[in-house]
């Protein structure tokens, strides 16, 4: 029961433009959303977060959208780098340490 | 450079063995996390510790033991593992508030011969 989903497994983007990365969830008890970015041989890093009392947060180049009604959050970069080109994790929280991660999807930027 | 320090990088044991991977953070963080990590899927979550006591165990086996002996260290025992245990074992921490995002370490890469 797979409860936050990535159904792109990879994208490829070239250098300068928007990559948009896509995240549905099925439990509507999740309070807490977070895209993490993991680079091979590390563990994942914190890129930014979003509470759902909103539906956006910016910071930099990266912004994150949330759409409750359709259980859908996006993680827009703009303009895309190839330092960029990793996989993202996006996780959803419920409760106050229970947090569910995506299968991720393995982000390509073409310089 | 990661602020939760996991030791060893690479743990390589037999079936009968007992080890310990460790996990560290000194950022005041009061929750500490351990995740197991497949091939291409996902972390899972296995264990919380909140102020130092165990909050969560997600119907780990009991091969695995965590231990938290303060609010910096996190340990999780392992005995008699199963080759299907081999795994990245990723430890977290965050500030122990609610909606506060977890920091990791770069994982324990586990081979269970």
């Known amino acids: 029961d797979q409860q936050v989903k990535q159904n792109s497994p990879s994208l490829s983007v070239q250098e300068g433009r928007i990559s948009i990365l896509n995240c549905d969830y099925t439990?509507?008890?999740?309070?807490?959303f977070l895209w993490y970015k993991k680079y091979p041989a590390e563990g994942p890093t914190f890129l930014i977060s979003?509470?759902?009392?909103?539906d956006k947060n910016e910071d930099g180049r990266f912004t994150v959208f949330l759409n409750k009604s359709a259980k859908h959050l996006s993680l827009h970069i703009v303009p895309s780098q190839p330092g960029d080109s990793a996989v993202y994790f996006c996780?959803?929280?419920?409760?106050?340490?229970?947090?569910?991660f995506g299968t991720g999807t393995r982000l390509k930027v073409l310089a | 450079d990661t602020e939760v320090t996991q030791t060893p990088k690479h743990l390589v044991m037999g079936m009968t063995n007992k080890k310990s991977l460790k996990c560290e953070q000194h950022?005041?963080?009061?929750?500490m996390y351990w995740y197991k990590q497949k091939a291409k899927k996902p972390p899972e979550l296995m264990f919380v510790?909140?102020?130092?006591?165990?909050?969560i165990n997600e119907s780990v086996p009991s091969r695995f033991s965590p231990e938290c002996p303060n609010s910096s260290l996190l340990n999780l025992h392992l005995h008699a593992l199963q080759p299907e245990d081999s795994a990245l074992y990723l430890c977290?921490?965050?500030?122990?508030?609610?909606?506060?995002?977890?920091?990791f370490g770069d994982g324990t890469r586990l081979s269970i011969l």
């Open positions: 977290a921490s965050s500030q122990g508030r609610s909606n506060q995002p977890q920091h």
């Open positions: 979003i509470s759902s009392i909103k």
């Open positions: 510790y909140s102020y130092e006591k165990l909050s």
């Open positions: 950022m005041g963080h009061r929750a």
């Open positions: 439990n509507s008890m999740f309070d807490y």
């Open positions: 996780a959803a929280k419920r409760g106050t340490y229970k947090y569910i």
